[in-house]
């Protein structure tokens, strides 16, 4: 079994910062791609960043410049530092992992169960 497990959403006024992380458990070997993702009410989920194993990073235009994503090999951990957060960066926020499972060959992809963010004007 695989486990993503999410933490730090909550409620925060227009301007404040949040930090998400994420922690793959079970049996992972090791990660590859890591990513977040968000759904806001009516709208389609989307990339909000991304991370390979090597460190490099793509982020969704909307964000550049507020938000950054990091990760923990080691720890099979990504984090998301989210600053001057904005009402429109409301939503569910997921973490996907790309993930290699002891004693199976291959990737595999896993979801979180997602985390609230809401972001008062």
């Known amino acids: 079994q695989v486990h993503l497990v999410e933490s730090g959403g909550g409620l925060v006024q227009a301007g404040g910062s949040l930090r998400l992380s994420c922690v793959a458990s079970g049996s992972t070997s090791s990660s590859n791609r890591m990513g977040w993702y968000r759904q806001a009410p009516g709208k389609q989920r989307e990339l909000v960043a991304a991370?390979?194993?090597?460190?490099?990073?793509n982020s969704a235009d909307s964000v550049k410049g507020r938000f950054t994503i990091s990760r923990d090999n080691a720890k099979n951990t990504v984090y998301l530092q989210m600053n001057a957060l904005k009402p429109e960066d409301t939503g569910v926020y997921y973490c996907?992992?790309?993930?290699?499972?002891?004693?199976?060959?291959?990737?595999?992809?896993?979801w979180g169960q997602g985390t609230q963010v809401t972001v008062s004007s």
């Open positions: 991370i390979t194993s090597d460190g490099s990073t």
């Open positions: 996907n992992a790309h993930l290699n499972i002891v004693g199976l060959p291959g990737t595999y992809s896993y």
